[in-house]
């Protein structure tokens, strides 16, 4: 009896070893190789995209030099790979980067199929987009009846505005394209009314269009379309560090700590703030989680609390001008709430 008991203790203790060893898989091997590497879009106006030099800026690629700041204390320890929406998940499912950060939406599916979304970034939704010049007078979505209407094929989105239009008693005619530069050629061209895909992607095709201000993004949203960052199932500690990142960006911005007054803050008296900063006596928060005690600190000297990276990407800094809308802290009517850090 005491050699079964002995040998189921050192079973038990072998499996809690090699779960402790499977959780922090990740975590060290990018700290062995010394940088993260980064999924994101192959080039979205405002979320991801490279310039002529091939640096690459945008909200998600903010995210990704968040986690590396947090990491390593240094935002430039980051390599990005551009990703197609066919390639994004078999890419990390393969361990070809550590993590996927470019506008993916959170479903069911995805959930148990070997992924873990950390948490939603932005809130998004599909809407539709028309030429104000074309459709004069028109500021809804259900004023559309018998408008033609550009789509991707086998979408959701296709789905999504067939559905909309019948429980509406709307007539349409979609005019289907395979690929998503064809979308875009044959609503700038006028083939079609109206343009329909996720608002945040009409916002940044509008810039490539050839008159921006002639088209107008109709207020309704009619799917839901939670965006944030994935990685691969079976990793809680590397989950934790995406997930808390992003946490970390949105306290930061609900205690008013920015890029500039960071380092000010740090001999803050505020209890909370100090706490977050990693400035309390004898916290441990940070190492909870592998990392240093001033990763939050790292985190927002890097990038800025929520609203900056928002702000400078896709909000009133940026040429897509979005508003915060859902996307607002819960304080203030959104949808955007931070577990506490505590």
Request: net charge negative; glycine share 10%.
């Amino acid at each position: 009896m005491k050699n079964i008991v002995l040998k189921g203790a050192l079973a038990a203790s072998a499996l809690v070893l090699l779960a402790t060893a499977a959780s922090a898989a990740t975590l060290d091997d990018v700290k062995k190789k010394g940088f993260l590497q980064c999924g994101v879009n192959t080039g979205l106006p405002g979320f991801a995209s490279p310039n002529d030099k091939g640096e690459w800026s945008g909200f998600d690629v903010d995210y990704c030099r968040a986690v590396a700041a947090a990491i390593f204390g240094d935002a430039t320890k980051v390599k990005y790979t551009p990703l197609s929406a066919k390639d994004r998940l078999p890419a990390l499912q393969s361990g070809e980067i550590d993590v996927l950060i470019r506008n993916t939406t959170w479903t069911l599916s995805r959930d148990t199929q070997g992924f873990d979304f950390t948490g939603v970034n932005y809130y998004d939704g599909q809407g539709f987009m028309i030429n104000s010049k074309k459709l004069s007078g028109i500021n809804s979505a259900l004023q559309l009846s018998g408008a033609s209407v550009c789509v991707q094929a086998g979408t959701t989105t296709e789905l999504n505005l067939a559905d909309y239009f019948k429980s509406n008693k709307m007539e349409y005619n979609p005019v289907v394209f395979e690929k998503v530069e064809e979308v875009n050629a044959a609503y700038d061209s006028g083939r079609c009314d109206v343009y329909t895909t996720d608002q945040s992607g009409l916002y940044a095709y509008r810039l490539a269009l050839s008159a921006p201000a002639d088209h107008v993004v109709l207020p309704e949203i009619i799917s839901k379309e939670p965006l944030g960052p994935v990685v691969r199932q079976g990793d809680a500690q590397w989950a934790d560090i995406i997930r808390w990142t992003h946490y970390a960006m949105l306290t930061a911005e609900e205690l008013g700590i920015t890029q500039g007054n960071v380092e000010e803050l740090k001999t803050s008296d505020n209890q909370e703030i100090k706490r977050v900063l990693g400035q309390e006596a004898n916290t441990k928060l940070g190492t909870d989680l592998g990392l240093t005690n001033d990763w939050v600190i790292n985190i927002v000297k890097a990038v800025g609390n929520y609203s900056e990276v928002f702000e400078r990407n896709i909000g009133s800094g940026s040429p897509l001008k979005i508003a915060r809308g859902i996307n607002a802290q819960w304080s203030k009517g959104g949808l955007q709430y931070a577990m506490p850090i505590r």
